[in-house]
């Protein structure tokens, strides 16, 4: 156990709320990022979680795979040559 300055509490403070305003800005990106492919795939081919889990598909892995496509990354695996 250890006890705190006020200065080391004030310094703890600014640290901590650095990191959140980080922290929440990247929230706000990866949100709009989201949005993005959700437009771009389009509703037809965008299911909500239950509907795509009964129909058998992973919304995650469409978008994953559209973005690949768009890119042109290649991503090798292990069982890849």
Known sequence: MYIMTPAGIKSKMQLSRHF????????????MEIEELKREIGPHEYLSGSAARRNG?????????????????????NMED
């Not at 959140?20 to 949100?31: A, D, N, V």
């Not at 598909?57 to 990354?73: A, L, M, P, S, Y």
């Open 57 to 77: 598909i992973d919304n995650n892995n469409i978008i994953v795979e559209n973005r690949i496509k768009q890119t042109g990354i290649r991503i090798l695996t």
């Open 20 to 31: 959140l305003t980080r922290k929440l800005g990247e929230y706000e990106m990866l949100k």
